[in-house]
């Protein structure tokens, strides 16, 4: 069984530390995870393993930097809300850690893929949105509104988007805003919209 391994990634003068997860051979692809906005728990490592054991290699992505307090939702809140203030900064660093996963040794640049829950979601669809070579993104109950809508032709990825009808966080008007920006941008999606 292959163990976790620290991945650093530096944006601006924050050091960043995810953690790494590679297949027993040959990685298929890479897949960039990015957690809730409490930070990666025994489920988002269990998800990890699982895609690990596919023969992915499997990057968790710390969105906050090195020694960040996640012991609490509220200590973790502040560095997610301080994000959130801050959303050219939050794109660029998602732009930074898939720069990153892409030039490790043994990947292949055009088949790295972003999924991401709650927080993570909208960070997969910052990173759809840059305009970044990425091959997918999969947003799982992620926010879904932006400081800067994606722009015709610049979503390169397939995107798939898992939301809830009565998400209290995405509600449906942001998921008609988010289906014409697709739309208006040319993207090839997919939305599953579950009541």
């Known amino acids: 069984m292959t163990e976790f391994e620290p991945l650093r990634c530096i944006h601006g003068d924050v050091t960043l530390e995810g953690e790494l997860l590679r297949p027993a051979g040959a ?19 269990a998800a990890m393993r699982e895609l690990a054991d596919e023969g992915y290699l499997v990057v968790g992505i710390d969105m906050y930097g090195l020694g960040a307090d996640l012991s609490t939702p509220q200590s973790a809140g502040a560095y997610f809300a301080a994000l959130l203030a801050a959303p050219e900064d939050l794109r660029a660093r998602v732009v930074r850690w898939f720069e990153t996963v892409r030039a490790l040794p043994g990947v292949d640049p055009d088949r790295v893929a972003a999924i991401g829950y709650c927080f993570g979601g909208k960070c997969v669809l910052e990173l759809a949105r840059s305009g970044a070579p990425v091959a997918a ?6 926010l879904l509104t932006t400081h800067a809508p994606a722009r015709p032709g610049e979503v390169r990825p397939r995107v798939a988007v898992w939301t809830g009808g009565r998400d209290p966080y995405a509600p449906l008007a942001d998921l008609d805003g988010l289906r014409a920006e697709l739309d208006s941008a040319g993207a090839d999606y997919q939305v599953t919209l579950f009541a």
Do not use: K
């Open 137 to 142: 993104v999969t947003s799982f109950h992620g």
């Open 27 to 45: 990685a298929r692809a890479a897949v960039m995870m990015f957690p809730g906005a409490t930070g990666p728990g025994r489920s988002f490592r």
